[in-house]
């Protein structure tokens, strides 16, 4: 079982945009079954004159690991069969995108997980009449043909196996910060002290109890915040600087306490003083994890400005199919 993350490369003749999918807890049978259905809908939207260059197939995780399958019969990873990748689209209507011109146009989706939270998506090759006027405007009422496919499209990507909270897609995001619980209850992210490690670099040393330690480890990354220091310049107001922020941990040792716990030495702290710091605030380790998206919704058409074909960032540039990034 494993997240399988999917890459299509669209356009024409290699150059063109890119699509992420990234699926939930499957094996590679489901994941196989999961990419021919979802390539189905998508060449169902897909402008005839735009080209399938190709699907990397990986696994969350495996860095340097993935597989191109170019258009055709290929083999799927993990022995699980075969696979027939499109060369081209299927959608036959006017199309508003032009290799010719330096911008493309594409569609924002909002995809919701967790609950509360959302992450942006884009869909490019749209038909003409769908981004004619009003650029943030949808029309899809003009196109009845492409949107019935679109609507299969999206319901798809949030479609549930199991129950609503159990998607075939999700998000790789960072798990929140839990909210602090009310009083009496104990706080697992209370931080107990703050000092000073004393041998060099001398980075700044949160504590914290023993049973919070959890999977932190020498060179995991936590999360300080609601700290609070002295006033240094009572004149300006001006405070010390505090050590809110993101920090990955350098060392950790043993403080006997009372109570007893850990010290976390946070790498590239050594500006901080302990001695200035007023309100202890809290810890939390910085984590990840694949949340299954809840529900697909359209934003706006909108156009975007094309990249160079090389020697620019990555984000900036025409994709082509090449080895792993």
Known sequence: MANW??????????FGPTEDYLTTDMDAATARSTLISLLGLRKAILPALWEFGGVRVGVLGQLRASTILLPGLQPFPDGAGSITIPSVGAYSGEVADSFGLPVRYDLQLRARYNTRHYANRYLSGLPRDLV??????????????WASGYIRYLAYLSRSTISPFTALFGVYARVPIPDQPAPPAPDPQRILRWSQQDVPPSNLGATILAANLGDITVGSKVHVYGTRTKVVNFAEGARAPNPNGAWYVD????????????????????????DSIKILGRLWPVTFTVYPIEAVTTQRALSRKRGKSSLVPRGRRLTR?????
Do not use: N
């Not at 009003?134 to 009422?141: G, K, N, R």
């Open 321 to 325: 199919v090449s080895a792993d990034p």
């Open 251 to 274: 060392a950790i040792s043993t403080f006997t306490g009372p109570p007893s716990g850990f010290t976390l030495f946070l790498r590239g702290t050594t500006q901080f003083s302990a």
């Open 5 to 14: 993350k999917f890459e299509i490369f669209l356009g024409k003749s290699g």
């Open 132 to 145: 004619d006027g009003e650029p943030a405007t949808v029309h899809l009422e003009r196109v009845p043909l």
